[in-house]
C-alpha cells in the first residue's frame, strides 16, 4: 500500500515568515495530494490540493509544489499568521478516494 | 446544512466491552470512511464504503466492523473493547467520482474521543 512520510514533525515559525512542511510517497500511481488543516480539537479541514499533471498549485497564501519524478510534494506558507497555527497533514491517492496520510506537522506561528 | 455528524463525542469503556459509532451526513455523499487519529501516527482508515450496502476494509481494520444499510449512515462497531482501541475516531464523507468539482475532498465529523480502561 500506499506510505506517505512527512517532515518536519513540528515546525515552529517567527509570525510574518515562511513554514515549508515536505512529503514523500512511495506508490508511483498515487494521483492525488491534498492537505488537511486541523487547529487544536477540531476536524481536519481540506485548504489545497493537487493533481499529478500539475506541478505547482496557489491559494492566496498557500502554495504545493509537485515532484512526481521524486515522489514528493510540499505545502507552502507564506506571511505566517497566528491563525496559522494547527496541524497540518498531508494525504496521497491512487483511486480518486481513498486517502493515505502523513503523520502530521505541528505548526506553531510566533508572535 | 448539518454537514457530517457523530455520535456520541466522548465515551469511556471497560476492557470487552462493546458499543457502536454513529456517522451521518446530509450531503448525499457515496463515499464514506472511518479513521483513527493517535498522536504521532495520523490519521489512518479503518473501514470504507462505496455506496448503500457495501463496506471494505481499510489500513487498520482488526477489531472492528462497520455497516451501511443507508446512504447517509456509516457505523462503527467495537465488539469487544481493547486498550489499544483508545483514540480518537473521526468519520468522513465524499462524492463519488461522477460528481466533479472537488470531489476528491473529504468532509469530516468533528470526531469522538473513545477511552478503553
Known amino acids: 500500500g500506499e506510505n506517505v512520510e512527512q517532515h518536519p514533525s513540528t515546525l515552529s515559525v517567527q509570525e510574518g515568515d515562511s513554514a515549508v512542511i515536505k512529503c514523500t510517497y512511495s506508490?508511483?500511481?498515487?494521483?492525488?495530494f491534498p492537505w488537511y488543516k486541523q487547529e487544536l480539537g477540531k476536524r481536519p479541514q481540506l485548504i489545497i490540493d493537487?493533481?499529478?499533471?500539475?506541478g505547482e498549485k496557489k491559494d492566496q497564501r498557500i502554495a504545493v509544489t509537485l515532484n512526481k519524478t521524486a515522489k514528493h510534494f510540499s505545502l507552502h506558507i507564506t506571511e505566517t499568521q497566528p491563525e496559522d497555527s494547527a496541524v497540518y497533514f498531508c494525504?496521497?491517492?491512487?483511486?480518486?478516494?481513498?486517502?493515505?496520510f502523513g503523520a502530521g506537522t505541528t505548526v506553531t506561528v510566533r508572535a | 446544512n448539518a454537514g457530517v455528524t457523530q455520535t456520541p463525542k466522548f465515551r469511556v469503556l471497560k476492557t470487552g466491552q462493546s458499543m457502536t459509532l454513529l456517522c451521518a451526513q446530509d450531503m448525499n455523499h457515496e463515499y464514506m470512511y472511518w479513521y483513527r487519529q493517535d498522536p504521532g501516527m495520523g490519521l489512518r482508515l479503518i473501514h470504507y464504503?462505496?455506496?448503500?450496502?457495501?463496506?471494505a476494509k481499510g489500513e487498520v481494520p482488526d477489531g472492528y466492523n462497520v455497516s451501511r444499510l443507508k446512504k447517509q449512515n456509516f457505523l462503527l462497531g467495537l465488539e469487544s473493547a481493547a486498550p489499544s482501541q483508545t483514540s480518537v475516531y473521526f468519520c468522513a464523507s465524499s462524492y463519488s467520482n461522477q460528481a466533479g468539482g472537488s470531489y476528491n475532498e473529504q468532509f469530516f465529523g468533528p470526531g469522538t474521543r473513545l477511552t478503553v480502561l
Open positions: 494525504a496521497a491517492s491512487n483511486d480518486d478516494y481513498k486517502l493515505s
Open positions: 506508490d508511483s500511481a498515487s494521483n492525488y
Open positions: 493537487i493533481r499529478s499533471n500539475v
Open positions: 464504503s462505496v455506496g448503500e450496502g457495501t463496506t
